[in-house]
């Protein structure tokens, strides 16, 4: 088996140089190789990216808490400049998301809490609201259970004292919106007391919470106001460094996260149909090979790889050195670029899985002996759908008239917390002569010719996504947006 260079050359150079150059340098550099697509792995495109954060963020002005603001602008202009570059490649947009979120968090957990006092009238009044609206409509009537104006204090029917919240839980069935309080209809609605205007009654809500207040303890988190501690403005940009450090820890150990879930997904005398060649997609298949014995039906993906794959069936792979899995372990966590199908093949025939090559044409035939498809990815998209490698849509649409299930692989950093409004302007094309060569002239001169490299499948057509945090079908990935990238969704575009 070959196993590749940890990095591509480009890559090896620049992640070289990245920490000698000024981080202007760094972007135009990363910027140029981008446009140029010197670096074509997700992975290996999201490596880039963390590295140059790393940079930007170490030489940034804004090291303060009260500059974060200054920081995150910062950091969404140069993620704008990388995105520009490379629009298709979403891992770009995702790894920037994601550092801001880290500044985001660190903001967050260094700035002082606020106190009662200092919460506007809104949040004040907030809980006894629906109290409020009552007691304004029915102060006229004390024995209601309602808090008077002048009391201070709740009361419940029978003259005993009642808490605020079983007061407020009872009390908001009887509340009457603004809307219909002018309604003059008799024994439609009880009309408010004229006399009980809006002043007294926030005057009495700011009695009733003052009294309940000073009632409570010492420790309790109820309604007493808390004093506000002084701000300090502290660094934040070691803080921020450590969490950019962690992504590219998570972004190193992807593979082995993800292939730990294997076991559970691939038992043994199955038939796995597999596309795509990803290096997520073989450490997944190799680790379960440990304890599993099965079958793996690998698609050729024409016209783009069908020359190697045609290659591994005239005679011997030239990829196909053995290897133990003691040594495979060692070099799985090498980020190479994307594997062809006849390495692949290659690499799971060398440590005893049975490998079978079909055509793309083959496909609706051998479905219905298989027992789940798995799939590699190029990004998920929020709403659960996927864009992976062109033909993935036929066999997902196949595995789903056989109720096959469909299985994805993928790290999180693959997540894209955007939405596929035009899938279209999501998918690359290759190059047309893969399809027809130039010697056919005379078509190539009367036709136009499109070879995607992409494909959109829909999130309705796959069954569960495998993460390096989990699995998760496609209707929960909104969940797993929400804690990668929290609420704030940033417009990179």
């Not at 036709?447 to 989990?470: A, R």
Request: proline content about 6%.
């Amino acid at each position: 088996m070959v196993v590749a260079d940890e990095n591509p050359p480009a890559l090896a150079k620049f992640l070289k140089s990245v920490t000698s150059v000024k981080a202007d340098d760094a972007t135009e550099i990363l910027t140029g190789l981008l446009k140029r697509r010197e670096i074509k792995s997700s992975r290996n495109v999201a490596k880039a990216v963390t590295k140059l954060l790393l940079r930007f963020v170490s030489q940034n002005r804004h090291t303060k808490l009260s500059e974060s603001q200054g920081l995150i602008k910062d950091v969404r202009d140069l993620g704008r400049n990388l995105v520009a570059a490379q629009p298709r490649e979403l891992v770009i947009g995702n790894i920037v998301r994601r550092v801001l979120g880290v500044i985001r968090e660190e903001c967050n957990e260094n700035n002082s809490l606020t106190g009662f006092a200092d919460l506007p009238l809104g949040g004040r009044l907030s809980r006894a609201s629906s109290v409020g609206e009552e007691s304004a409509d029915l102060g006229s009537n004390p024995g209601s259970g309602t808090a008077t104006p002048h009391s201070g204090r709740p009361f419940s029917r029978d003259g005993g004292e009642e808490d605020i919240d079983a007061m407020s839980r009872r009390k908001s069935k009887a509340y009457i919106p603004p809307n219909l309080r002018n309604l003059t209809r008799q024994g439609s609605i009880a009309l408010p007391n004229p006399s009980f205007g809006e002043n007294n009654l926030q005057h009495a809500l700011f009695s009733l919470l003052h009294s309940r207040a000073e009632e409570l303890p010492n420790d309790s988190p109820g309604l007493k106001p808390q004093v506000k501690e002084p701000f300090e403005d502290k660094d934040i940009r070691g803080d921020v460094i450590e969490g950019i450090k962690e992504l590219m820890e998570e972004l190193e150990q992807v593979d082995e996260q993800v292939a730990s879930h294997s076991e559970t997904h691939i038992h043994a005398n199955e038939i796995v149909m597999v596309l795509g060649s990803s290096p997520t997609l073989q450490a997944f298949l190799m680790k379960a090979a440990v304890k599993r014995r099965f079958t793996v039906v690998m698609i050729e993906a024409y016209p783009n790889d069908y020359q190697a794959t045609q290659e591994v069936l005239k005679g011997p792979s030239k990829f196909t050195t053995p290897v133990g899995l003691k040594q495979l372990g060692k070099n799985s966590s090498a980020k190479e670029e994307p594997l062809t199908p006849a390495q692949m093949k290659a690499n799971l025939t060398s440590i005893g899985v049975e490998t079978i090559l079909i055509p793309d044409s083959a496909v609706p035939a051998v479905m219905s002996r298989v027992n789940k498809v798995l799939m590699g990815t190029h990004v998920i998209l929020r709403n659960g759908s996927m864009i992976t490698t062109a033909g993935a849509r036929t066999v997902a649409r196949c595995a789903q008239e056989h109720s096959i299930p469909v299985v994805v692989v993928s790290g999180v950093y693959k997540l894209s917390p955007l939405y596929p409004f035009d899938p279209d302007s999501m998918l690359e094309t290759g190059e047309s002569s893969t399809v027809i060569g130039w010697a056919d002239g005379e078509m190539v001169g009367s036709s136009e010719i499109f070879n995607p490299t992409m494909d959109f499948v829909p999130g309705e057509l796959v069954d569960h996504y495998i993460t390096n945090v989990g699995g998760y079908t496609p209707q929960n990935l909104y969940k797993l947006v929400e804690e990668q990238y929290g609420s704030a969704i940033d417009t990179l575009e």
